[in-house]
């Protein structure tokens, strides 16, 4: 088996090494998402033509798979508490991921667990996730914007994914992001159609003298 490049996991509240006493043994733990392209083919054009950010200005993407073989040192009765224990707290249930070694972010998919088995003093088992394509930030991003007078500006920077940011303003104003431009009520509010893409986005508050931002930024 090859060498895996993850130590261990946290799923959910358990530990891999901790809880089960399990290694991660394989090396393709992470896939990468495939992204979601649409490419047309237009008679007499050289080429196919490119739709794939048409609709939303930017790629979309498609599960990824996490596989996380684990194998543990251990005795037949131990190993088949184990194996019940993992089968019944995970195959088929929603689950978050933390790798030891990237400890920053979490995977969210659902889970299958298969292929329990002992190889001598060794038992062996199999998480498979059908995870969503981003690995997410553990902590939240909160900026807060102000300004000397009721109109200001500022820059909220993102990561790959497109994240719809809530908003705290202390009176009701205008946002204007781009082109767009949406009213507010005082409080803490979603804001629907107000997207952030990667890189700085620039905003410009009217009619209030700060606006707090809180959205979660997520990478392939």
């Known amino acids: 088996m090859s060498d895996s490049i993850f130590t ?11 809880d089960f006493g399990a290694a991660i ?7 990468m998402p495939e992204p979601n392209t649409t490419l047309l ?6 080429g196919r033509l490119d739709l ?24 037949i009765e131990r190993w088949q508490t184990t194996c019940l224990h993992i089968f019944n707290k995970y195959h088929g249930r929603n689950v978050t991921i933390v790798f030891d070694d990237d400890t920053g972010h979490y995977y969210v998919g659902r889970a299958a667990v298969s292929d329990p088995h002992r190889l001598r ?3 062996q088992l199999t998480i498979t996730v059908d995870a969503e394509p981003f690995r997410y930030e553990n902590e939240q ?12 500006d500022g820059i909220l920077p993102n990561a790959r994914m497109p994240v719809s940011p809530e908003v705290d303003v202390p009176t009701a104003c205008t946002l204007m992001h781009g082109d767009d431009i949406f009213t507010l009520k005082a409080g803490r509010q979603p804001v629907p159609g107000f997207v952030l893409h990667e890189g700085d986005n620039r ?12 959205y979660r930024k997520g990478c392939l």
Do not use: M
Not at 141 to 152: D, K, P, Q, R, Y
Not at 203 to 214: D, E, L, N, P, Q
């Open 52 to 75: 794939s950010e048409v609709l939303t200005g930017d790629v979309s993407y498609g599960n990824r798979t996490l596989k996380l073989v684990l194998a543990a040192e251990t005795n």
């Open 8 to 18: 261990g996991a946290l799923i959910n509240d358990e530990h891999t090494l901790r």
């Open 121 to 123: 003093n060794a038992g």
């Open 203 to 214: 905003v410009s508050i009217t009619g209030a003298r700060s606006a707090t931002f809180y």
């Open 41 to 46: 083919a237009v008679p007499g054009r050289n």
């Open 141 to 152: 991003t909160e900026i807060t914007l102000s300004g000397t007078t009721t109109a200001f």
């Open 25 to 31: 043994t394989n090396s393709d733990v992470i896939s």
